[in-house]
């Protein structure tokens, strides 16, 4: 009778910990599928899924970037902003993403937000002279000439 129990115990934990670890693997099976459907141009279905892993807080930062990313790539640029604009406020002090927010606002033309976030990253990382140009760039476009041209002045007197 013990036996009987011991394997029945044991017949149904294995049974829980495959189920278990398929509900796991599921979720980073569809992420390697996403992957993939964003190599070869399938956008808007890897966009679904990413969608759907970031709402179940699988890699959620990891999806909501490759979404973005995806949104960028099939040309949805205001897409791709939202994504990052919550990419930012999951973590407010990353200059990656801020500098990823600048080429986004400059492509969609908003050259004060690009100016913003290229701003933002000059505070934290003055040495960033990509940034600098950016910036600088960026205040060109909005016309703010002599604030452009004092940045490239200082870019160029610094040491390489």
């Known amino acids: 009778m013990k036996t009987a129990l011991v394997i029945m115990f044991l017949v149904l934990l294995a049974a829980a910990t ?4 398929q509900v796991v693997n599921h979720d980073k099976i569809l992420y390697a599928e996403a992957v993939r459907l964003v190599k070869q141009g ?6 679904s899924i990413f969608r759907d892993l970031s709402g179940k807080n699988f890699r959620k930062t990891e999806s909501l970037v490759r979404m ?10 205001k897409g791709s902003i939202e994504i990052f604009r919550q990419v930012l406020s999951l973590y407010p002090g990353d200059d990656n993403v801020r500098l990823k927010l600048g080429e986004l606002y400059e492509r969609n033309r908003e050259f004060g937000l690009a100016a ?3 701003g933002e990253v000059v505070k934290t990382m003055p040495a960033n002279r990509a940034a600098k140009v950016r910036l600088a760039r960026a205040l060109t476009a909005m016309g703010r000439f002599d604030e452009a041209i004092d940045i490239y002045r200082a870019i160029l007197g610094e040491k390489s």
């Open 68 to 77: 973005g990313l995806a949104y960028e790539k099939e040309g949805n640029i």
């Open 116 to 118: 913003d976030m290229y």
């Open 18 to 21: 495959t189920g278990l670890y």
């Open 42 to 47: 399938s956008y808007s279905e890897a966009i």
